[in-house]
C-alpha cells in the first residue's frame, strides 16, 4: 500500500512539474530576481517534495506549495553563503515581517483571487528571454529552457550543436541579464508592438528549426514544433487583444496540421500537392482557420496573420486541384505590399506561377535573383527549377536543381533535388555526390 501511495505521489509531482514548472520560475524570478537562483531553488524545492509528498500527502495548492518551499530555500542559501548581501536582508526583512499574511495572499492569488499576476508574471519572463539586448541565439535558447522547460542537452541536440556550446549560450544570456540590468517588466505601451515582434520571430524560429530542420537527416523534429506550439498557444492567452499572436499560432497549427503527410514511408519529402490530405490533422485545420477569422476580424493584418490566411486557403482545400490560387496569390500580394521582403517575393511569384502559369512566375523569379539578395537561399534555384521543369525546359532545370543542391543542407531535401534532378535528366545520385 505505502509503495502504491509513493508512486501516486511521485507522479503527482512529475505532473505538476511538468504542467506548472513555467509559472512557478517565473514567479520566483520575479521574487528573487536572479535566473540561477530561481532554477536552483525550484530544484531544491522539488527534491523537498518528492520526499515530504508520498508521506504528508499532495498539498491543496501544489504551485504555492513549490513557490514558497523554493522561495525558503533560497533564503536559507542567502543566509548561510553571504551571498547578494543586499537581496539577502531584503528578503529575510520582508519574511520577517509578514511572514503569515504574505502566505495567506500569495495562496489566495495562486489559488485565483488575484491569478492575472502570475499570468504577468510569465509575460514579463518572455519579454526579458527575448529582450533585443541579448543575441537571437541566446534569446531562443533561454525561452526554452525558462519557459520551455527543457534541459540544456535537449536544446544543445534539437540545434545539433555540442551541449557546452548550448550552456555557455546560456550562461552568457544570464550574465548579460544581470550585468546590464535588464528590467523584469512587461515593456511600456510605446514599445510594446516592436517588442512582441521580436518575441513572435523567437517563437517562429523554434517552430521553422522542427518544422524543416536546416540540417541533419531528419526533415522534421517534432519536439521544436510541440515547444512552439505551447509558446504560441502562451502568448494568446497572455495578450487576448493582439492579432499577431492568434495569427502566428494559426500558421503553426495550419502548417503542422500537415506534418505527417510531409514525408514518405522511407523519410523522402513530400510537396504540399502530392499529399495525402486524409493524413492531415483537419482538427488542427479547423482550429487555425477560427484563430484566423478571428484575427482578421481585429483589422489591420500584420504578416503572421496573412500568413496564416494563406495556409488557410491550402488548408481548406479537399484536394490540390481544389486549391484557390487566385487568392492565394491576391495574399501574398497584400503581404508583399505591407511587409515586402525577398522570401516573401518568392512566394508571391510561385503563387502567381499556379494561378496565371509558369512563365510568368519564372519572370518573376528570375527578376528577384537578378536582386541578389537570395543568393544563398536554396529555395529560389529550386522554385525556378521545378517551374523550367513544367515549361519542358529541362537542361536549364537541371542546372537550376544543381544550383539548389549546392545550397540545401537537411539531407532529406538533398534527396528530393537529386531525384527531381534525375527526372529532367541531370546527373545521377552518385555523380550529385
Known amino acids: 500500500m505505502t509503495t502504491t501511495v509513493t508512486k501516486v505521489e511521485g507522479a503527482a509531482v512529475a505532473r505538476v512539474f511538468r504542467e506548472e514548472r513555467g509559472r512557478i520560475l517565473a514567479t520566483l524570478i520575479r521574487l528573487l530576481g536572479d535566473i540561477d537562483l530561481a532554477e536552483e531553488a525550484l530544484a531544491v524545492a522539488l527534491?523537498?517534495?518528492?520526499?515530504?509528498w508520498p508521506t504528508e500527502g499532495l498539498p491543496d495548492n501544489p504551485r504555492?506549495?513549490?513557490?514558497r518551499a523554493a522561495r525558503n530555500k533560497a533564503v536559507d542559501r542567502l543566509r548561510r553563503g553571504a551571498l547578494l548581501e543586499g537581496k539577502r536582508a531584503e528578503l529575510e526583512t520582508e519574511a520577517a515581517r509578514d511572514h503569515e499574511e504574505r502566505l495567506d495572499r500569495e495562496r489566495a492569488r495562486l489559488e485565483g483571487?488575484?491569478?492575472?499576476?502570475?499570468?504577468?508574471?510569465?509575460?514579463?519572463?518572455?519579454?526579458?528571454?527575448?529582450?533585443?539586448?541579448?543575441?537571437?541565439?541566446?534569446?531562443?535558447?533561454?525561452?526554452?529552457?525558462?519557459?520551455?522547460?527543457?534541459e540544456t542537452e535537449e536544446i544543445a541536440r534539437a540545434f545539433l550543436v555540442p551541449a557546452p556550446t548550448m550552456a555557455q549560450r546560456l550562461v552568457r544570456a544570464k550574465t548579460k541579464i544581470r550585468e546590464a540590468r535588464i528590467p523584469y517588466r512587461v515593456p511600456e505601451p510605446g514599445e510594446l508592438g516592436e517588442r512582441i515582434e521580436a518575441v513572435l520571430a523567437v517563437i517562429y524560429l523554434v517552430f521553422n528549426e522542427g518544422y524543416a530542420a536546416s540540417s541533419g537527416e531528419l526533415l522534421q523534429r517534432r519536439e521544436l514544433c510541440a515547444e512552439a506550439l505551447r509558446l504560441g498557444r502562451l502568448m494568446v492567452e497572455l495578450l487576448p487583444g493582439r492579432a499577431e499572436p492568434s495569427g502566428l499560432l494559426a500558421l503553426m497549427l495550419l502548417q503542422d496540421a500537415r506534418r505527417a503527410a510531409r514525408v514518405g514511408p522511407d523519410g523522402e519529402l513530400v510537396l504540399l500537392e502530392e499529399q495525402d490530405r486524409?493524413?492531415?490533422d483537419h482538427a488542427a485545420i479547423v482550429e487555425g482557420a477560427a484563430l484566423v477569422e478571428r484575427a482578421l476580424a481585429m483589422g489591420a493584418p500584420g504578416p503572421y496573420v496573412l500568413q496564416a490566411a494563406i495556409a488557410a486557403v491550402h488548408g481548406q482545400a479537399a484536394r490540390a486541384a481544389d486549391t484557390d490560387w487566385q487568392q492565394i496569390a491576391g495574399l501574398y500580394a497584400l503581404l508583399v505590399q505591407a511587409h515586402p521582403s525577398p522570401v516573401v517575393a518568392l512566394n508571391h511569384a510561385v503563387a502567381v506561377a499556379m494561378a496565371e502559369g509558369p512563365a510568368e512566375g519564372l519572370r518573376r523569379i528570375d527578376a528577384?535573383?537578378?536582386?541578389?539578395?537570395?543568393?544563398?537561399?536554396?529555395?529560389l534555384p529550386a522554385a525556378r527549377a521545378d517551374l523550367l521543369r513544367r515549361l519542358g525546359r529541362l537542361p536549364e532545370a537541371a542546372v537550376a536543381y544543381r544550383a539548389a543542391l549546392a545550397l540545401a543542407g537537411n539531407q532529406a531535401e538533398r534527396r528530393f533535388l537529386e531525384r527531381r534532378l534525375a527526372e529532367v535528366g541531370g546527373q545521377s545520385t552518385a555523380q550529385v555526390h
Open 113 to 150: 483571487a488575484e491569478g492575472d499576476s502570475v499570468e504577468d508574471d510569465r509575460l514579463r519572463l518572455i519579454f526579458t528571454c527575448c529582450h533585443p539586448a541579448l543575441a537571437l541565439e541566446a534569446q531562443v535558447a533561454l525561452t526554452l529552457r525558462t519557459l520551455g522547460g527543457l
Open 47 to 52: 527534491e523537498a517534495a518528492l520526499v515530504q
Open 278 to 280: 486524409a493524413r492531415w
Open 368 to 379: 528577384i535573383a537578378a536582386g541578389g539578395a537570395l543568393a544563398g537561399y536554396y529555395l
Open 64 to 67: 504555492a506549495w513549490l513557490i
